[in-house]
């Protein structure tokens, strides 16, 4: 075990340093010059940029910013944003702790509601209960988490009054209520639809037989029994989900304004601000890598048929 | 625990009628399942009996109702789609078909267990094999999980397995094939039961571990006085193990005999077939028999005997009439006690 | 050739079945493909999605079979947010008019072609670079697979939709080709790891086995006999993926970043219609719901087609 989390970490280090380049490789190629930007309408002496340039070291070829860009990292420095000259390291402190309580929130809520969905119409598949289920998990898959968000906001604050449209910057939990389950509404469906399968799958082994032969109540032969089985291809679709909430806020946050990273990488692209958007990408990236090791890890302790080497 | 049935403690290895009562008592047992194609009746007025201390095996091909039966006995059927229209099945004198749920659950594991065919399959793969023997003890003894894991311990040296204590918490795929057969004993095992069904137990197994594992469950059957149901389709199995033996076709019993009996001389030609197909020493050379055609489709049996369209004998007679159960008796008419056969032409079959 | 998309997913790719049989000979042993396709015909799931994606192509190559109205006049004057007229069927005025008084349907009857276009090309560039990559790393294995996979995981790695964006602003001018790409360029890598499992799986074969054994070429075993075998699962996940790329094209086109005016398209019409959600929802609601009737037609071809394909779910 050991031995294979070191060989994942290893491996990991190319994954890192390749997803960073290229997105570092892509803001290099954007149009437009954040120095020039900043003069405005103004005509601006040439050389006054170009000094300016080379102190920001704009002026090095793109393997050379990628090297400087790498080494501030391992001191935590994300880079300077140009047009304010605030660290990008303050940005992303400001903006990511929103989106990752966002995030967390939408999170628990794909866990507990579309696990209950799954295994409720899962136990009784092919059942009415079960079409149910389908059709919504269906609807909610389709239907883009942009329309689904106007839907809440139009019928829950405009109509209904219950919710105000835009969230606060403080984000409260409860502000934070609608976008999560917007947010979450597409694993949610997916959730669901893995654990009724997996349940439904599981229902029908040999072992659920042994179960009840064994004389065990039924919470049990469920509860312990088939929950067991049925959650390990789950755990291992949620583990990739968590990145997956982080990048997708970026739609809910414009919807909602709420002040995360979503909003931060949108104003940044507007303003060809490079730094702050590969920062932000590079951590989304890390906690991708993160959890997917976890879950790999954790998929080998809920099956022990799984041995890594 | 009730180890020896009071009523049972005169041995009857050869007479199941007699007046002690049998342990479990199958009645006139029903089973359907509804299917999108129709209604398959997979069982279809299955009488018979077991005794503490006795050993039935339950003979047939696959298809012929002898797993349903034993499911419809567990309580394990899938129910929709199957369904027990009729029939009875008594354990100690009572329909467990007329309990409750809870009370059927209490007979599970406790009074009546059972060993499946393919332990690896039938073994949850993601628990340690000591919690699952100790999960008997905490369920329906609600023992602490020290004591249930001591228990398992004791269990797994009991069938036999090498280095208990350091394997109890391995899986299931951990163990090999005969091990882990040894560990679904285990498990049926576990509360001391008064019947034993053990569906195949050694079909998967390879021949050599297929004596040790049967060895290992007579040895157990005597020394807990169990009764057994041993559900298969080898006739080989059977003779060394069994007292008596109920042959299954389309979901009948078609013919019930002592053990030795029903080698020396059959009394329905399926029985005869399935005897001789058996390959033999002393018949080196020849060709071997085999029944011809296939088991019947369960949502269209042939009318009359089941059997009939694959059967060497049959006449008018057996395309139209169900044969019925009946006694088998000498040619002079001296009952042979405990020998039945489903047959219009028994007598030619036993005799002739 | 959108067409074929419909066609191909019960397609005969194995020699074994000619055509799609009415699988009456009882006793012959099907195909996997003809056995799926048996189950595909029963299936409501299939044919409810088979037939709103006929519709939906249709539209989309002819949309001046729906209406004579040009989705681009605009009539300030007499429309400007004018209320759908529901009883009015396939007239100019069905759906009522958005703030710069041009047809609600009309636009939404020529939307529907760049959207479809964007998900149908971005779905066979992707599943045809997944494949090749995901077979390829598959099949040598080796130093091969762990660059390939490498790869696949550096790009799978980057959150498609923020990716999307920053490819998206660094072109200057956003035509649909530059969409299609910016989405096939981050979208491959799903496709590439379901080809690449698959062919793992496949390559432990006998058939396999024995080609190699018989002195087939390498391309002869990857092209007769790997690929015809490892294609079920792509096509079910492209199948899926595509009713995602069109979700994705609307979502990019709602942040401003994706298909621009004076395109024709959903998502660009959902993002104009943002602004009036409080006073005339509509003008955001009817393109939002061609796009989820959309999406909903491709992800329920794809489920009929794998709980045809999947004996296990049988």
Redesign the interface.
């Known amino acids: 075990m050991g031995r294979y989390v070191a060989r994942r970490l290893l491996q990991m280090i190319p994954v890192f340093l390749g997803s960073t380049m290229l997105v570092f490789a892509m803001m290099y190629a954007l149009p437009g010059d954040p120095v020039r930007a900043l003069a405005g309408e103004q005509t601006v002496d040439p050389a006054q940029i170009a000094a300016m340039k080379h102190k920001l070291g704009l002026d090095l070829p793109l393997w050379h910013q990628y090297w400087n860009y790498l080494t501030g990292l391992f001191h935590w420095d994300f880079g300077t944003e140009i047009a304010s000259g605030r660290p990008v390291a303050d940005t992303i402190a400001d903006a990511f702790p929103i989106t990752i309580r966002l995030a967390l929130f939408a999170f628990l809520f794909t866990v507990i509601v579309g696990i209950s969905m799954g295994v409720f119409a899962g136990l009784k598949a092919d059942t009415l209960r079960d079409r149910g289920l389908l059709i919504l998990t269906l609807l909610l898959i389709s239907v883009p988490s942009f329309v689904l968000g106007f839907l809440g906001q139009y019928l829950f604050a405009f109509q209904l009054g219950w919710v105000d449209p835009n969230v606060s910057a403080e984000a409260n939990w409860s502000e934070l209520f609608l976008p999560a389950v917007v947010l979450g509404s597409l694993s949610l469906a997916y959730v669901a639809r893995l654990t009724r399968t997996s349940v439904a799958e599981n229902l029908r082994a040999d072992y659920m037989r042994t179960a009840v032969a064994k004389g065990l109540p039924r919470r049990r032969v469920v509860g312990v029994h088939l929950m067991r089985n049925s959650m390990i291809p789950v755990v291992t679709f949620l583990g990739t989900d968590l990145g997956a909430l982080l990048g997708g806020a970026v739609v809910t946050e414009g919807i909602f304004n709420v002040q995360g990273v979503g909003r931060a990488v949108f104003g940044a692209l507007q303003h060809r601000e490079g730094a702050t958007v590969v920062g932000i990408v590079t951590l989304i990236v890390i906690v991708y890598l993160v959890t997917s090791l976890l879950v790999d890890l954790l998929y080998a302790v809920l099956d022990p048929r799984i041995r890594y080497a | 625990m009730t180890i020896i049935d009071k009523t049972a403690d005169v041995p009857a290895p050869r007479g199941s009628n007699d007046e002690s009562g049998p342990l479990l008592e199958v009645r006139d047992l029903h089973v359907e399942f509804h299917t999108r194609d129709g209604v398959a009746k997979a069982v279809n007025g299955v009488n018979y009996n077991v005794s503490a201390g006795e050993t039935l095996a339950v003979l047939g091909e696959s298809g012929s109702g002898k797993s349903v039966t034993a499911q419809a006995i567990m309580g394990i059927l899938d129910m929709p789609p199957g369904r027990i229209p009729k029939g009875e099945i008594l354990f100690r004198g009572q329909d467990m078909l007329k309990m409750s749920n809870e009370e059927r659950r209490q007979i599970r594991g406790q009074k009546i267990a059972m060993i499946f065919q393919d332990a690896l399959s039938s073994l949850n793969p993601v628990l340690s094999v000591g919690y699952q023997l100790g999960e008997m003890f905490r369920v329906h003894k609600g023992m602490s999980k020290k004591d249930a894991k001591a228990k398992a311990i004791a269990l797994m040296d009991r069938v036999r397995i090498p280095a208990a204590k350091e394997r109890i918490n391995d899986y299931p795929h951990q163990f090999s094939g005969g091990m882990r057969q040894r560990i679904m004993i285990a498990m049926a095992l576990a509360l001391e039961p008064d019947l034993i069904i053990a569906d195949e137990p050694t079909t998967a197994l390879d021949v050599t571990v297929q004596a040790q594992v049967m060895d290992l469950l007579a040895e157990l059957q005597r020394d807990f006085n169990m009764g057994l149901i041993l559900i298969t389709h080898d006739l080989g199995v059977v003779a060394d193990v069994a007292d008596k033996i109920a042959v299954m076709y389309a979901g009948r019993i078609v013919e019930t005999a002592p053990v030795h009996e029903i080698y020396k001389r059959p009394a329905h030609p399926y029985t005869k077939g399935l005897l001789e197909s058996i390959p033999r020493l002393d018949q080196k050379g020849q060709e071997l028999y085999a029944i011809k055609g296939l088991p019947p489709n369960l949502l269209h049996v042939p009318s009359g005997c089941a059997f009939n369209p694959r059967c060497t004998m049959a006449q008018d007679i057996c395309r139209t009439d169900i044969p019925a159960l009946l006694p088998v008796t000498e040619r002079d008419g001296t009952e042979l006690v405990g020998r039945g056969s489903a047959c219009h032409f028994w007598k030619e079959t036993i005799h002739g | 050739m959108p067409e074929t998309l419909k066609e191909t997913t019960p397609d005969p790719t194995v020699e074994a079945t000619a055509a799609p049989v009415p699988a009456a000979a009882a006793g012959k042993p099907r195909s996997l493909w003809s056995d799926a396709w048996h189950d595909l015909r029963r299936s409501p799931l299939f044919v409810v999605s088979a037939i709103l994606i006929v519709f939906l192509l249709v539209m989309a190559v002819f949309p001046g079979l729906f209406t004579g109205a040009d989705p681009r006049y605009a009539d300030l004057a007499h429309h400007y947010l004018q209320k759908p007229k529901w009883g009015n069927f396939f007239q100019e005025d069905w759906f009522g008019y958005d703030i710069q008084g041009r047809s609600i349907y009309a636009r939404v009857v020529y939307g529907a072609r760049a959207s479809i276009m964007v998900a149908v090309v971005v779905t066979v560039l992707v599943t045809v670079l997944g494949t090749v990559v995901g077979m390829l790393a598959g099949y040598f294995g080796g130093w091969i697979d762990t660059i390939l996979s490498?790869?696949t995981?550096?790009?799978f790695?980057?959150?498609?939709?923020?990716?999307a964006?920053?490819?998206l602003?660094?072109?200057?001018e956003r035509h649909i080709w530059v969409v299609i790409l910016a989405l096939a360029f981050l979208g491959w890598t799903q496709i590439a790891r379901v080809a690449r499992g698959s062919v793992l799986t496949i390559k432990q074969a006998d058939y396999v086995m024995a080609a190699k054994a018989l002195g087939a070429s390498t391309t002869r075993i990857l092209l007769r006999h790997i690929l015809p075998n490892a294609i079920a699962p792509v096509i079910v996940v492209a199948t899926i993926a595509l009713?995602g790329y069109i979700?994705a094209e609307?979502?990019l086109s709602?942040?401003g970043?994706g298909l621009a005016e004076p395109t024709v398209s959903w998502g660009v019409d959902?993002s104009s219609g943002?602004e009036q959600?409080?006073n005339a929802?509509f003008v955001?609601?009817i393109p939002?719901v061609m796009?989820?009737?959309t999406?909903?037609a491709f992800?329920?071809l794809g489920?009929a087609v794998r709980n045809a394909l999947d004996p296990?779910?049988r």
């Open positions: 490498r790869v995981d550096i790009f790695g980057v959150p498609f939709i923020l990716g964006m920053v490819v602003t660094s072109f200057a009713g979700s609307a979502t709602f942040l970043i959902i943002q959600l409080r929802a955001l609601i939002s796009v989820s009737i999406v909903l992800i329920m489920d296990k779910l």
